[in-house]
């Protein structure tokens, strides 16, 4: 059932434009965003004052994604916390609290437990949930459901990708409905939507590239993965995908953070993988990696063009969609580096030391 895959990570990564396309598919009609799922009411929607995103591990790198997409579009005030943080502290909920737990399994124990607790306490609860009827919807008020499909291998990533997409189409269908966003800009944004699948498909075909990436990487002991704005998520999310399944020390920063202190680390025995394709502060991230080019750092860079970048190590090219998409493409060749990486070391790709696919104790 590995469809000829080498492991069922290789498999669901390939999987991803098909399991977004599912994630899409059934909830446009007539130019209108419909999440019938949620259940909410026109004056629940009106009343939401405050927003918060809660999820652990790979899912918590998506809910920061999220963060962006709701603020830009609906102006409502969203905060990102991971969720054995967020049922420890002192919450401050009230009616107009709405809080968006994010689960690829719906079984996580501190995903779970936050929810209650803020249910309790009188927030409203919509999920996004990958496994059908799992605890999380279960507990919640309203679902959108990932539909990625069932994800085997422990290493979190059509369900990452699908989360992404669910959390723009929560905004699109929030700001349609409280009126920030015309007819006409959803549609537009739903066309926008529909094209990043084809889009990551590109980015599909680079492979073999990746696996030559990997015999000349593989020894490196420490990686930094640098990214800002919507794609500092992709860069924690880089860096943990290394460290889980191929067992080498990487960082995820964002690149503005560098001069406060981790560029200290940079020398030539450290690859650093900098996303880089345009964005509004594509400029300030090219300074960025001047400056780790200056100290002799490796980098990698994620790029649109291969010119645009003169003098780094390697590129891996992607092509190039409306910036606030472009973390569903640029995460690929952040999962390719990690499997090719862990499968060049022969480590257990699907099954890494000491992980479980569900945390469903604390
Ligand atoms: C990493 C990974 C984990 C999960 C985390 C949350 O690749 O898979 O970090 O993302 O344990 O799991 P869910 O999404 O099932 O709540």
């Known amino acids: 059932e590995k469809d000829g895959y080498k492991h069922f990570m290789l498999k669901e990564i390939h999987e991803q434009p098909r399991a977004v396309r599912d994630t899409l598919r059934g909830k446009f009609f007539a130019g209108k965003v419909v999440l019938s799922d949620l259940r909410l009411q026109p004056n629940e929607i009106s009343d939401i004052k405050r927003i918060i995103l809660v999820a652990c591990g790979t899912s918590w790198h998506a809910a920061m994604v ?99 997409a669910a959390l723009y189409l929560m905004t699109l269908y929030l700001a349609q409905e409280r009126n920030q966003l015309t007819p006409e800009q959803v549609a537009d944004k739903i066309v926008d939507l529909e094209a990043i699948p084809a889009a990551m498909e590109s980015v599909l075909q680079d492979g073999e590239r990746y696996a030559r990436f990997a015999e000349r990487y593989h020894n490196y002991t420490d990686f930094l993965f640098l990214g800002r704005s919507y794609n500092l998520p992709i860069a924690l999310e880089g860096a943990l995908k290394l460290k889980e399944i191929s067992y080498i020390h990487a960082e995820g920063y964002a690149s503005g953070e560098m001069k406060h202190g981790p560029i200290a680390l940079i020398d030539e025995n450290m690859p650093v993988v900098v996303i880089a394709t345009p964005s509004e502060v594509h400029e300030k991230v090219l300074s960025n990696m001047e400056e780790v080019m200056a100290r002799k750092g490796r980098v990698i860079a994620i790029s649109t063009n291969s010119t645009a970048v003169e003098a780094v190590a390697d590129t891996f090219i992607v092509p190039e969609v409306p910036e606030e998409f472009s973390p569903m493409v640029n995460v690929i060749p952040t999962q390719f580096i990690a499997y090719y990486i862990s499968d060049f070391k022969g480590c257990d790709v699907d099954q890494p030391r000491n992980l479980a696919k569900s945390v469903t104790v604390e």
């Open 66 to 164: 999220g963060k962006y997409y709701l603020e830009k579009y609906t102006r409502i005030p969203t905060e990102v916390d991971i969720a054995s943080e967020y049922r420890y502290r002192q919450k401050i909920i009230d009616s107009g609290t709405l809080v968006i737990p994010v689960s690829q399994s719906g079984e996580t124990a501190d995903t779970l437990a936050a929810l209650k607790e803020a249910k309790t306490m009188g927030a409203k609860v919509l999920c996004i949930c990958n496994v059908m009827d799992s605890s999380i919807p279960r507990e919640s008020h309203g679902v959108l459901y990932t539909n990625a499909g069932p994800e085997i291998g422990v290493a979190s990533t059509k369900a990452f990708t699908t989360q992404l």
